[in-house]
């Protein structure tokens, strides 16, 4: 089985959660003829999670299934102190926010091996945030609401992959750094 019950179950919480937290940020465009809305607004919250959740999701099997190529044992968690930070955030109206979405966990392997691991998240975001460029540049008929779902997506996608390759520590550049070190050094 690609993907556990408990994957499955913590994917839905992250992307709920993820959502939640940035459904302000991020706005779906309204029409004259469309009210605003006060409280919690459903479809944006859909908006929301319909361009953020597949650079996230997308980003963390990309490290998944690239372990699992290389026959490393790898499982995905969501974050439930990472996620639980935002919303709190969130919650009190906080003027920045920080959160850790999720992280997949690996066993065995090389450095080499888990250096392309860790790369293959941010790659993902590479391809997500070309491929959301070549729409953009040849889509002729694209409605204003699919025009800028795509721009908030090639948005989100280069932010994650620069945030991520970034040679630190946690970040997945620093495992990649230190992964192709141990390899040659």
Known sequence: ???STYELF?????????????????RMPRYIHQPLTSGFDIE???????CTAPAII?????HKFVALGFGL??????SYFGLSLGVILRLIHSPFIVFVPGFVSTMGGTPLQHSIVAAA?????????LGSS????RAVSLTSRQRLALIITKQINLFLFIFNMIP??????GHVVSGLMQTFF
Request: proline residues 4%.
């Open 44 to 50: 944006n919250f859909k908006f929301t999670a319909l």
């Open 134 to 137: 070549i729409i953009l540049k």
């Open 168 to 173: 630190f520590g946690p970040f997945d550049g």
């Open 73 to 78: 044992s790898a499982t995905f968690h969501a």
């Open 58 to 62: 997308l980003h963390e099997m990309a």
């Open 1 to 3: 089985m690609l993907l």
């Open 10 to 26: 913590d994917l839905v919480i992250m992307t709920l959660a993820i959502a939640f937290i940035l459904k302000d940020f991020i």
């Open 121 to 129: 998240g941010p790659l993902m975001n590479l391809a997500l945030w």
